[in-house]
């Protein structure tokens, strides 16, 4: 198990530490007292370790020169023996301290970069631009729900029926356009922008949720599943999670790798099925299609070097709103200030795509940079030049949804809706929807 920010770094730079995550709005400094106090007991048993293994040193060379059956030979023997006891003991209470300390750095979030906005809360964000124009209606708009019903596309009774709350099945031209969508958002990012397209397993084990930092932060959020013991009555070697966001899976194909500097930047992009307990919104848009245990994305994912990783944020954030300006939706880029940056982000840009049926802007897409927090957790490194024997370092790693297809679907029921509640369907859309140009009950 490897932390998410530098260990040493932690340990040696307390206070840069203390001032960074401050700018987070970061307030547990009993587990930044915690990860002081164990380092300086780790310090501690490593300075007694060193001195005990040093006169174990001393002392095995002096045996060499002492006549064994005397009586000395027998004290220092015995010295021996004493300090190869106290050198295990400190062994032992040096391996449990380091997974203490290992186990609360990994519940520290990353630090903001310095060019991310100082703020209190998500009010405190700052709007960089916007696309499009609000669009404006002769008649009062109506929310997604109504207007899904009203065309057939939506059942929410079935879909509890089925899973509980929060599934919704979608029917007829609604599951055609959630189709069409994931369609056109691939072929969009690997046609024009270049990204690889992947099928990943939405299944994945522990260590993939540990290596984006689902895991531990975000056990209660996570579907975990039931995994009985063997025959023999033998544990499993892992866990088993549904993917959460397909940034899990695809980051973690280089994990543990050293990759080749003349491969960077890699781009890919991926759907898959999303699964969220959504542990902690109880009450928070539990209407309609907004917030559901299980919806679809297409995610974006770069590795690269560094030095490039800020320019690489704004063109992963660019081939976001391609999306958005190709179906005419009117949408605002967003950047976090520092409190409300997610757990493993040092820099964000939300996407909020108007809502005109809840008079709201609502985020569509979250495009974040994560330095080397992630990379450090899942070990993915580069080695910067071509020599063999150059020290591979940690890439940077950054992602985004490319998009959300069910907010993607919301936005355009309600930003293409006319009077008699029809539904006009993106141009950019209809090769995908067979020539439809509308939806109608």
């Given amino acids: 198990m490897r932390p998410m920010l530098d260990l040493r770094y932690v340990t040696d730079q307390p206070d840069a530490v203390r001032e960074g995550l401050a700018r987070r709005g970061f307030k547990d400094t009993k587990l930044l007292d915690d990860v002081a106090t164990l380092a300086r007991k780790r310090r501690e048993v490593q300075a007694a370790l060193d001195q005990d293994r040093a006169e174990r040193n001393q002392v095995s060379a002096s045996l060499a020169k002492v006549d064994k059956a005397s009586a000395e030979f027998e004290a220092t023997r015995a010295r021996m023996k004493e300090l190869g006891g106290k050198i295990s003991g400190a062994e032992e209470t040096m391996r449990a301290t380091e997974a203490e300390l290992e186990d609360k750095v990994l519940f520290l979030p ?168 959504e542990a902690g919104s109880y009450g928070k848009d539990t209407r309609g299609f907004i917030r559901q245990h299980q919806f679809d994305k297409v995610e974006l994912v770069r590795f690269t070097r560094p030095e490039t990783a800020e320019a690489e944020l704004e063109a992963l954030t660019s081939h976001a709103e391609a999306v958005l300006q190709r179906l005419g939706l009117h949408y605002r880029v967003v950047e976090l200030c520092g409190a409300d940056l997610g757990f493993a982000s040092q820099k964000t840009y939300d996407l909020e795509v108007w809502l005109p049926g809840q008079d709201a802007y609502r985020e569509i897409s979250s495009c974040s940079w994560f330095g080397e927090f992630q990379a450090r957790r899942a070990k993915i490194r580069y080695r910067p030049d071509a020599n063999p024997k150059t020290k591979p370092q940690l890439a940077h790693t950054l992602n985004g949804s490319g998009l959300a297809i069910g907010r993607t679907l919301v936005a355009i029921l309600e930003q293409c809706q006319t009077a008699d509640g029809t539904v006009i369907v993106p141009e950019a859309l209809r090769p995908y929807m067979a020539g439809m140009t509308e939806l109608r009950a």
């Fill in 110 to 277: 990353n630090i903001p970069h310095a060019s991310v906005p100082n703020g209190a809360s998500e009010a405190d964000n700052v709007e960089r631009r916007t696309w499009g124009t609000k669009p404006s209606f002769a008649f009062k708009p109506k929310d997604h729900v109504d207007l899904g019903t009203a065309l057939g596309i939506f059942d929410f009774e079935r879909g509890t029926k089925i899973s509980g709350a929060r599934f919704t099945v979608l029917r007829g031209a609604g599951a055609r356009l959630e189709r069409a969508l994931m369609q056109f958002m691939l072929d969009l990012h690997t046609g024009e922008h270049g990204y690889t397209e992947v099928w990943p397993p939405v299944i994945i084990k522990d260590s993939a949720m540990r290596g984006t930092s689902q895991l531990p932060k975000f056990k209660d959020d996570a579907f975990r599943i039931a995994m009985e013991p063997d025959a023999e009555g033998k544990a499993p070697p892992f866990e088993w999670y549904l993917a959460p966001t397909a940034e899990v899976p695809v980051t973690n194909l280089h994990a543990d790798e050293v990759i080749e500097a003349s491969a960077l930047p890699i781009t890919y992009t991926a759907y898959t099925p999303c699964f969220r307990r």
